[in-house]
């Protein structure tokens, strides 16, 4: 480390509670940053609020547990019902009592007692090779022995994927749950891995027919001008919206939440309120082409074209309590191995 | 270093030849110790008790219990994950020591065109973590990469779905491209023993009348027992840490179940309880080391360094061996150097390198930097008070030292997290009561708690590395230069220290490289805001796309031949057979 950066370390350490008295606040992430960096400039430019973040990963949860009381965390943003109820666990969150927030965000997608809100929602989808002859198709489906050799998932333990199978868990109970992953193992065409773009890409690579993943994607895919080949992904695939037999569509979220220790309380909420706003809301629809929480805001066309969502009726808080459920069951049926 | 000192080095050689007469002869125990020095010993403890904290936060943590019940934890996580991870290691092990002795043998003992070059390039696959080679394997050779569209072409297919190569997904995929990136760990200790230690035994068997395979079988294989043992069990503890290639590549070893179990089930405690079973896998490749080199100890390293005289491969013999020996250069280093460099260059044409990347490599090496001294500092303690006090003691505290390199980062980071976030609130509210005002935290926002968890995590590298250097100092050695009245420290730095230099200097390359590297213990310990280029990378990798993420990894992998080459230079240096 070079002198001048370590005397700027230095000075940053000796005057934190000075730093503190400015407008900033210190985010907490474990969404990728590039997703969330339009959002923050957009805030920034609005309300003058620097925000300075941190991307975890993983551990996010644990590390601001062990910070405890001087923890500089002021929100804590997560994807994934359960990393969020994580941090309610943990006791790592306060309530979020903004009237703002909590107009923006309907009940069914905040926590009970409003220790998170929801910032985005995503649909786990099917993506289908586009010269399939195949317009709808349910969860259930999944585990046909029709699709022997044709399927592509991520890995079972990966959060979008216990998300589902915990809302089948909730549908179907434990014994249909088991016999129902085996199935879908039986039919894989290669060990789950990756992400879910690798789904599009491995159906463009004739490995598979059918892949599970998440429903931004294909927009991320179909406009990437960062890296063309992926458009090709995108294009070699359509959506199809599944859904439970007698239920709808599984959807997971993006949230935040008020760390308990914030030292920038106002400018956290602010944040928060800023996030849940109409304009806010409209750059996840059109930029990130996850499906907005405030009925405000519309969805971007290429979303649109999937048909309407009809999302599941099952109450996040069910998915929540049957993860670790959904977890251990991946595990007994040796789903990743 | 050495100035001054002129009369000792004649001593000694005078007294090496006499050790080397006793080498000779059946010895039952051990060498007394030479005395003096004690506080080495603490100092050995000292650190030993550093790198043992983290381990005793996990015990602690995994004490707490936890939520997933043991036997489903057993049945359906560890056992299929012990299993997947023996065949790994079998897999990886077994292709380190082949590659890795074969392509020393080769270099060593035979000359032909090349064989400068391919001495130090046969090192450049340590510049490639396994992240970085597994996902650029996963591109080269999927359907839609270039290899399989050559092939296509070749073979007149024009889609996929039509003709497709088993999927590189897999556990021999991993083995192969684990394999192919860790040799070198084996290749560097095993040449070093070829290039200062054979010499004189292999000319000996020669002009006894050795055929070649002898040679190779009954004395070349034997001497380097001791440094293949040492760059396997590196290889294979480094085989043991991988995340990201396995992850990619969808095996399911214990590093990973600990991920799924910690970050997927919220389940820290059961995470502690695998990490700790993963310990006992350590501590048996650790007595696996200790066995193979067992009742090893090197006499006659006093004389000049020699290198081995090579039988000149000529014509097709010569261009054969170099095309074989640089083949494991080609797939380990060449082809994800090109892949790299050809991503990179379009996206450099585009936007250029920005100047956060260039901050990103700033942070990279100073972090690096730091570690290392460190870690040098700390492995010299432990490796002098074992060499000053040979026995029980001063051995359980080295191998205490280096527990933490077989713990994966993650767990590392786990464990020191803990307690040093516990110290930063203490500092922070003893400042509070006292000054009034908070220093926040202290530890983990200086980069402190990270620079910690690479010391826990690489200290084994520079023990093991200074220990073997200091068997192969011969103990006669010590005793001219006590008895020329040096104390432990001026005995350190008069004899010890300038021989110690090429183990010092590949130790310190190897903490360097992989300091570089080093990804989940980065992630979870890096002070606010600042980024190195493998969590840039990862960041990246997260969404499942490489924009920048080429030039990044292409920066992880450049920054990491600067180190083999400066190692490939002093090699060469003492090849050519000066003094150190």
């Keep these: 480390m070079t002198l001048s950066s370590r005397a700027t370390l230095l000075a940053t350490v000796l005057c934190l509670p000075a730093a503190l008295s400015a407008a900033e606040l210190n985010l907490y992430t474990s969404r990728e940053p590039k997703l969330v960096e339009p959002l923050l400039e957009a805030f920034t430019a609005e309300t003058g609020i620097a925000v300075n973040t941190v991307f975890l990963k993983d551990g996010l949860a644990e590390r601001v547990a062990a910070e405890g009381g001087s923890s500089p965390a002021d929100v804590l943003m997560a994807v994934d019902v359960g990393n969020m109820a994580d941090f309610v666990e943990k006791g790592l969150t306060q309530a979020i009592t903004s009237e703002a927030v909590l107009a923006a965000v309907p009940s069914t997608l905040r926590d009970p007692q409003n220790q998170w809100v929801a910032l985005s929602m995503r649909a786990r989808v099917v993506y289908a090779a586009k010269e399939l002859d195949l317009d709808a198709i349910t969860y259930e489906d999944l585990a046909d022995p029709k699709w022997a050799g044709k399927i592509c998932i991520r890995s079972g333990q990966h959060p979008y994927n216990t998300g589902l199978f915990a809302a089948y868990l909730a549908h179907h109970g434990a014994e249909a749950t088991e016999a129902w992953l085996s199935g879908i193992k039986a039919n894989l065409a290669r060990t789950p891995g990756g992400g879910d773009r690798d789904g599009a890409k491995d159906i463009l690579g004739g490995i598979c027919d059918i892949a599970v993943a998440n429903s931004y994607y294909v927009g991320l895919m179909r406009t990437n001008e960062k890296d063309p080949e992926q458009k090709a992904w995108g294009a070699a695939i359509k959506v199809l919206l599944p859904t439970f037999e007698n239920g709808g569509t599984h959807v997971n979220i993006s949230g935040a939440a008020l760390a308990k220790h914030a030292p920038n309380k106002a400018e956290a909420v602010k944040l928060l309120e800023f996030l849940t706003s109409d304009a806010a809301q409209k750059i996840y629809a059109e930029a990130n082409f996850e499906y907005p929480v405030n009925a405000g805001a519309e969805v971007s066309p290429v979303v649109a074209s999937f048909g309407p969502l009809a999302i599941d009726p099952l109450p996040l808080t069910e998915v929540v309590a049957n993860r670790k459920a959904a977890s251990a069951l991946v595990e007994r049926v040796g789903f990743d191995n | ?580």
């Excluded at chain 2, 200091?470 to 005793?479: E, N, S, V, W, Y």
């Excluded at chain 2, 009245?485 to 992989?514: K, N």
């Design chain 2, 1 to 580: 270093m050495w100035n001054g000192s002129a009369s000792i080095t004649e001593a000694v050689q005078i007294m090496a030849a006499t050790d080397l007469m006793q080498s000779l002869l059946p010895r039952r125990t051990s060498r007394p110790a030479l005395g003096g020095g004690r506080h080495w010993v603490w100092g050995s403890g000292f650190v030993a008790a550093l790198v043992l904290a983290p381990v005793l936060a996990l015990i602690w943590q995994a004490l707490q219990g936890s939520d997933g019940l043991w036997a489903h934890l057993w049945a359906y996580v560890l056992r299929p994950a012990l299993g997947q991870t023996t065949v790994l290691l079998l897999g990886v092990g077994l292709i380190v020591i082949v590659l890795g002795t074969a392509l020393a043998w080769l270099v060593a003992a035979h000359d032909f065109p090349g064989r400068k070059v391919l001495d130090w390039a046969l090192l450049l696959p340590l510049a490639v973590p396994s992240y970085i080679i597994a996902f650029v394997y996963l591109e080269l050779l999927h359907p839609l990469g270039p290899v399989q569209e050559l092939l296509r072409a070749i073979l007149g297919y024009d889609n996929p779905r039509d003709f497709r190569l088993p999927d590189i997904r897999s556990m021999s995929g991993a083995i192969l491209l684990l394999g192919l990136v860790l040799y070198p760990y084996v290749y560097l200790p095993v040449r070093a023993m070829f290039a200062m230690q054979a010499a004189g035994l292999l000319e000996a068997g020669r002009m006894l009348g050795c055929t070649r395979t002898h040679l190779f079988a009954r004395l070349a294989l034997p001497l380097a027992r001791p440094a293949i043992a040492v760059g396997a069990s590196l290889a294979l503890m480094e085989a043991l840490n991988d995340i990201g290639a396995s992850e990619f590549l969808g095996v399911r070893t214990l590093t990973v179940s600990i991920y799924t179990t910690w970050v997927t089930r919220s389940d820290l405690p059961g995470a502690a309880q695998i990490a700790l079973v993963m310990l006992v896998v350590v501590a048996a490749l650790v007595a696996l080391e200790r066995f193979a080199r067992r009742k090893q100890r090197f006499a006659g390293g006093a004389q000049r360094i020699r290198p081995l005289l090579p039988e000149r491969l000529t014509g097709l013999r010569g261009w054969a061996a170099l095309a074989l020996g640089a083949l494991p250069v080609v797939l380990g280093f060449g082809a994800p150097l090109f892949w790299l460099l050809s991503e990179a260059v379009g996206r450099i044409g585009e936007a250029g390198i920005s100047p956060q990347l260039w901050a990103e490599m700033r942070a990279t090496l100073g972090l690096a930097a730091a570690a290392t001294a460190a870690v040098l500092a700390g492995g010299m303690v432990v490796a002098f008070a074992a060499r000053l006090w040979p026995g029980g003691t001063t051995a359980t505290l080295g191998r205490l030292a280096s527990l933490g390199y077989a713990m994966p980062g993650t767990v590392v980071a786990l464990g020191v997290l803990v307690p040093v976030a516990g110290l930063d609130r203490m500092i922070d509210q003893g400042a509070q009561m006292l000054l009034g005002f908070g220093t926040g935290l202290v530890l983990i926002g200086s980069g402190a708690a990270l620079v910690y968890a690479y010391v826990v995590r690489f200290l084994a590298m520079s023990v093991g590395g200074i220990d073997s250097g200091f068997a192969q100092i011969p103990r006669a050695l010590d005793h001219a230069a006590r008895s020329l009245g040096d104390g432990p420290g001026a005995s350190l730095r008069h004899v010890h220290l300038p021989l110690l230099r090429p183990a010092l200097v590949a130790a310190a390359l190897l903490v360097f490289v992989d300091t570089m590297k080093e990804l989940p213990a980065t992630l979870l310990l890096r002070p606010l805001g600042v980024e190195t280029l493998a969590t840039h990378l990862y960041s990246e990798a997260a969404r499942g796309t490489y924009e920048d993420g080429a030039i990044a990894a292409l920066a992880i992998v450049a920054a990491g031949i600067l180190p083999v080459i400066a190692l490939a230079r002093i090699g060469r240096r003492n090849g050519a057979g000066r003094r150190p």
